[in-house]
């Protein structure tokens, strides 16, 4: 079946640092591939995607690429502020039919001042 | 901007009790879904649900678990039975075909 890794946390930067968030994952096909948001106390909030290879997903100065050739979809931000604190899900999507998302583990990101 | 509507935000039962989850997806989206994510896990797939009828479900979907659109408008979970393990933080999404957007979820706890 589908299956994401998602670089374990929590993660604690400095504001202004740069972050890097690894997910690679197996599937069949070509999935559409998805970055989700959680911040505090709230629900999953999309923030990217990609939907073939090579593509390159961005939103709020966050950005991914598609990488087919090692089925990755990382997540980078030059420069991380305060508001970033949240966790952080890949999700790849089937494609056909089968729509559902299968979520990773998840990344606490937190960000000091 | 429309949004995916969910209620109650918090429910509290007793296991064994029956509990109805409720949701108001967007309105011309045609895909439904519900996953929940138990305390620090991970979200996990329930079930998805298109043109009437469940299209996919997970292991975690079994006999106790049913969904429904009784209505143009809502989208429901129902468990027949709760157990303790079935606390946890249910979301529901619905697509028009791509994106999926996620409502704020249920917080069921079983006690």
């Known amino acids: 079946g589908d299956s994401v890794t998602q670089m374990e946390g929590p993660v604690t930067l400095s504001e202004e640092a740069f972050l890097t968030i690894n997910c690679t994952y197996t599937?069949?096909?070509?999935?559409?591939l998805f970055w989700y948001v959680q911040y505090p106390g709230e629900g999953l909030q999309l923030l990217l995607k990609?939907?073939?290879?090579?593509d390159k997903g961005s939103n709020k100065g966050f950005e991914a690429t598609y990488r087919k050739e090692t089925t990755s979809f990382h997540l980078e931000k030059g420069s991380v502020q305060v508001s970033d604190s949240a966790v952080y899900f890949c999700?790849?999507?089937?494609?056909?039919?089968?729509?559902?998302?299968?979520f990773g583990s998840g990344t606490q990101l937190t960000v000091l001042p | 901007e429309p949004e995916v509507t969910q209620t109650p935000s918090h429910q509290v039962t007793q296991m064994g009790q029956e509990v109805i989850l409720r949701c108001v997806p967007i309105?011309?989206?045609?895909?439904f879904y519900w996953y929940r994510q138990i305390l620090g896990q991970k979200v996990e797939f329930l079930v998805s649900?298109?043109?009437?009828?469940?299209?996919?479900k997970s292991e975690i979907f079994d006999d106790q678990f049913s969904v429904e659109r009784p209505d143009g408008s809502n989208f429901t979970l129902k468990i027949r039975s709760t157990k303790l393990e079935d606390s946890a933080m249910y979301f529901c999404?619905?697509?028009?075909?791509?994106?999926?957007?996620f409502g704020p979820g249920t917080r069921l706890t079983v006690l």
């Open positions: 999404a619905s697509s028009e075909e791509n994106e999926q957007f």
């Open positions: 309105s011309n989206h045609l895909y």
């Open positions: 999700a790849p999507r089937r494609t056909g039919s089968a729509r559902q998302l299968t």
């Open positions: 599937a069949t096909g070509y999935p559409s």
């Open positions: 990609a939907t073939k290879a090579d």
């Open positions: 649900f298109y043109n009437n009828e469940i299209s996919e």
